[in-house]
């Protein structure tokens, strides 16, 4: 049997493979939880999902999902995974990251500056950004709003990004990006001041979600830029 009776885990070339499959074509698509669900996965076990699994996954819709069916998947994802990019490039590759990470994946193709960003476009460093913050969770105080932040940091680079003068900029990304944060995640996440109920704290105060990430991180040392920001947020235990 599959998990929840949708994916063969008992297949032992599949499992030596690391192979995600689907049992059922009918059955599988029953429920469209189930393209976030391979994508968990896929980041939480290192599973690449099958070619025909990817292609069902394409032609399903997830726009009438109920919100906290999609934050529970994306909450495993950012919590569980050592590299919880893998939930977001799985979702890509089956071209369904639009009905719920619109923002994000507005960064795809948005170019940095070499010199500051060797590692590429907007889209790779945020999921550097992303899998740096996942080595850092268990030294957060609030190791969601860690990943949060680390996932929304960029994405006013979508709307900001320019070249003047021969070098690419992004002037005014970080308060571009607050409303960006707000359209991605006010419907998975109750906002402002809240999130699964719990509420997060600056040294001074309570904290909106969409300002979390506001830091700029400029270059490749991900580990080092995130944790200047977990310091700036005093996520670390006192």
Known sequence: AGIDGSFNLCDVRDLAAGTLRHVNDASFAEDPLRVLRAAQFAARFHFRIAPETVQLCRRMALNALARERVMEELRKALLEADQPAIFFTSLAEMEQLDPWFAELAA??????????????????????????????????REPLALMLGALCHDLGKAVCTREENGRIRAIGHEQAGVPLTRADFSALVPLAHSLDGQRFT?????????????????????????????????????
């Open 107 to 140: 960064l795809r193709g948005v170019p940095q500056d070499p010199a500051w960003h060797p590692e590429g476009d907007v889209w790779a460093h945020t999921l550097g950004v992303l899998d740096g913050a996942a080595s850092l969770r268990e030294k957060a």
């Open 202 to 238: 600056y040294r001074n105060g309570t904290y909106d979600l969409a300002l979390l990430g506001h830091h700029q991180l400029r270059t490749a040392a991900v580990v080092l830029e995130t944790v200047a920001a977990l310091r700036s947020i005093d996520l670390y235990p006192t």
